[in-house]
């Protein structure tokens, strides 16, 4: 297990936990050596294990296409106007275009598409993990019917986390001075339904510290679905991942997160979100849930009621998550370059963390 260096604190102002005594075991320009390495050979495994073809995608899409992601479902994009006056939103991430430009492209069952995914995202709060600028890669295949079930995410789900401990044990190969591998070698699933149920006085954020502690990797499924208490595990909007669809012993979800325990910070870290894409009776079903029918009008929307976009799973996978846990770093603003509170800053140098 990897060690801690002398402990964490936590700043309540900031939400920072930053350990009483770091030094980084790679230095500025062994890291972004170490960062390139990383996404080369991430990126090359995950095309090889799902038939991913790497394409270009968008920063910024027209407000009313419908395309752009509200995430959870409230956030707010960062939006201009034009001279000529459309209305332009800077991406949040790229789900719904995903599955568009599959169908543009030809793609058929069994391919896919990857791309690197930058977005802005500013009502983020910012911490150790959370950044107002997003980059990861975005990826998207297409599907069968058939293949719409929990058996074919699961199977997906694996290939995905086999491809981070290679990366991992790699890394560690690579550079010496780092800690050895940490990551369990399976990891477990487990609906968000399932959760509650073990820990009932908890909060979603204490459920997953306490399930990671316990399994070391997990993939809680259904991210969306209302639990007993009326509130979702996490927020997911209604017009790209399924959460609705009921699956095994009446449990609700084809979707979901890979998180893992993180012992540099002591909690769960999310390294992906992904899942199976809403057909047209489950987008009508989540959309009507949430009071969202007008959306149904929109361009994308009507596309994929019509039939005319093919089916599709797909998910975001966090490059500078992936390099921060993989280089044993506490912030995430040492392995990308990004805007911090001024607060953030001089506490970060007051720690001896080296922000890029």
Same mark, same amino acid.
């Given at each position: ?26 230095? *500025? ?25 790497? *394409? ?46 599959? +169908?543009?492209?030809?793609?058929? /069952? ?9 977005? =802005?995202?500013?009502?983020? *709060?910012?911490?150790?993990? +959370? ?59 487990? +609906? ?25 990797? *997990?993939?809680?499924?259904? =991210?969306?679905?209302? @639990?007993?208490?009326?509130?979702? +595990? ?45 057909? &047209?009776?489950? @987008?009508?079903?989540? @959309? ?10 929109? /361009? ?19 490059? &500078? ?36």
């Amino acid at each position: 297990m990897l060690r801690l260096h002398t402990g964490l604190e936590m700043k309540a102002k900031s939400r920072l936990k930053l350990p009483r005594s770091y030094s980084p075991y790679l230095d *500025v320009r062994e890291t972004e050596v170490a960062i390139k390495l990383i996404k080369d050979s991430f990126q090359r495994k995950l095309s090889k294990a799902l038939n991913l073809q790497r *394409v270009s995608a968008p920063l910024m899409l027209n407000a009313h296409t419908g395309l752009n992601d509200n995430l959870n479902g409230v956030e707010k994009p960062v939006s201009f106007t034009t001279k000529d006056g459309s209305q332009v939103e800077i991406v949040q991430s790229l789900a719904k275009w995903k599955r568009e430009a599959l +169908h543009r492209y030809g793609f058929l /069952p069994g391919e896919g598409i990857y791309t690197d995914m930058n977005a =802005i995202r500013s009502d983020e *709060v910012v911490d150790n993990l +959370h950044s107002f600028y997003v980059d990861q890669w975005d990826w998207e295949i297409v599907i069968t019917e058939a293949e719409r079930n929990l058996q074919f995410l699961k199977r997906v789900v694996r290939k995905i986390y086999r491809i981070i401990r290679d990366t991992e044990r790699d890394i560690c190969k690579r550079f010496p001075s780092l800690p050895g591998p940490f990551l369990p070698s399976r990891i477990h699933f487990i +609906h968000s339904e399932e959760l509650q149920k073990m820990y009932p006085d908890l909060s979603p954020k204490e459920r997953e510290d306490a399930v990671v502690k316990t399994f070391g990797a *997990v993939f809680i499924i259904g =991210i969306g679905y209302p @639990l007993k208490d009326g509130l979702p +595990h996490d927020g997911r909007a209604a017009d790209y991942d399924d959460w609705i669809t009921v699956t095994e012993k009446g449990y609700h979800g084809l979707n979901g997160d890979i998180i893992v325990y993180y012992p540099l910070l002591d909690q769960a870290v999310e390294l992906s979100s992904m899942g199976i894409r809403v057909n &047209s009776k489950s @987008l009508l079903e989540q @959309l009507d849930f949430r009071g969202e029918l007008h959306k149904k009008d929109l /361009p994308y929307h009507k596309r994929l009621l019509s039939g005319e976009l093919p089916l599709t799973m797909g998910g975001g996978i966090g490059q &500078s998550r992936l390099c921060m846990i993989f280089l044993r770093k506490v912030h995430i603003g040492e392995v990308q370059a990004s805007v911090w509170p001024q607060e953030t800053m001089e506490e970060c140098l007051a720690a001896g963390i080296p922000m890029l």
